[in-house]
């Protein structure tokens, strides 16, 4: 196990989010029962999320990427919106999960949602790890929610401060980040 800086606030056990995503994945899968949907994990934070809720979903799924805007080494957001990598997935037709792992002002998403929408899916639909309320500008639709964190920079379980702490299996909250 590492060392956890002093000023790190266990926010999250890793039983914790273990348990919560097994009940997401009941969720999910009693939902698409009979389809077979394609995940769009949201790069790089929901790369952990997205492993762990896959592999325990009971319908067989297809999984892409995309990669679509970045903090940089800030902690606020930086207002711009790229679409650094996009899926290959044809999804005309599919039914699609989005998987995030935090939500913060809801711009990303906003906008992947909105592009995703318009290639013709049978249906959208957002799972995302934690949703942090306190800033939010767009409030996309979340369906699958895992926590409601209300506000604090957070790290572990995909989510990095400066690329940094994505590998810690509970997540953290950054004190005076
Ligand atoms: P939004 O567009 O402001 O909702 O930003 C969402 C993205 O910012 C997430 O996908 C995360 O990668 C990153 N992010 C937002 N809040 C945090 C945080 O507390 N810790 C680490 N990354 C965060
Ligand atoms: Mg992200």
């Known amino acids: 196990m590492r060392a956890i800086p002093d000023n790190y606030r266990p926010i999250l056990t890793a039983d914790q989010i273990e348990n919560r995503i ?6 999910i899968s009693r939902d698409l029962m009979g389809e077979s949907p394609v995940f769009v994990g949201v790069l790089k934070g929901a790369f952990i999320f997205l492993a762990d809720l ?4 009971s319908v067989p799924v297809e999984i892409d990427f995309a990669q679509i805007s970045s903090y940089g080494d800030e ?3 930086s207002g711009r919106i790229k679409v ?3 899926i290959t997935t044809p999804i005309a037709g599919r039914h699609i999960v989005v998987v995030e792992d935090i939500i913060d002002t809801g711009r ?3 906008h992947y949602l909105n592009e995703l929408k318009q290639r013709g899916p049978a249906s959208v639909r957002l799972a995302a790890l934690i949703n942090k309320p306190e800033r939010q500008e767009y409030t996309p639709e979340v369906d699958y929610l895992g926590f409601t964190i209300p506000h604090g920079f957070l790290v572990g379980y995909g989510l990095d401060h400066a690329g940094m702490w994505r590998d810690l299996p509970g997540v953290y909250e950054v004190i005076n980040a």
């Open 75 to 77: 902690t606020q957001s």
């Open 84 to 86: 650094m990598k996009d």
């Open 54 to 57: 896959v592999r325990a979903m």
């Open 108 to 110: 990303t998403l906003h």
């Open 22 to 27: 097994q009940e997401m994945a009941v969720e």
